[in-house]
């Protein structure tokens, strides 16, 4: 079967770095994205990842090694705002998406 | 703000009842989804509509009817739910079915009661 595996809550302090990590067992592989989902909102996109190794932008970074089946997004200089939950989610060999369970991040002051 | 809207953004139904939920998406995209959230679940994809045309149906039951008359708009017509059907219904649109970067819209809490 198909299987994406992440925390389902971490806690971290305001103005620290944190990392959510995803692993995935898919039938095959086109993709990794990652969404942001502030409670009661709607996911929104924060990255893509297909090809290996770590794309930057702002304060959110995301890494991909398709050999270890593995992704993480990288949060940098939290905010309070970062509190929310993560979603990884796999496009697989017939462009479709499998979705993790979401990481729920609970920052602190 | 987003570009997908959804109505209504609450919604209480018993079990005979028949309600639908709307979605609109200004974006100009041609696929649009409706996705299932439960608590602590993943993401459960229902529906997908690629150029009008359903390209995907994850085993439904047929207590949901999606409807979609056009490229910006489409609906989920409910009917005779049962109580696990209680979640969100999030719709998302995106370029094409090719699935790149999707935008959600906010999602319709339903309570079944």
New interface residues.
Partial sequence: GQNIDQPTEMTATEGAIVQINCTYQTSGFNGLFWYQQHAGEAPTFLSYNVLDGLEEKGRFSSFLSRSKGYSYLLLKELQMKDSASYLCAVKDSNYQLIWGAGTKLIIKP | E?G?TQTPRHLVMGMTNKKSLKCEQHLGHNAMYWYKQSA??????MFVYNFKEQT?NNSVPSRFSPECPNSSHLFLHLHTLQPEDSALY?CASSQD???????????TRLTVT
Avoid: A, S
Avoid at chain 2, 97 to 107: L, M, R, V, W
């Fill in positions: 987003t997908v602590k679940k993943p993401l459960e994809l995907e999030l079915g090719d699935i790149n970067e999707q935008y959600f819209g906010p999602g």
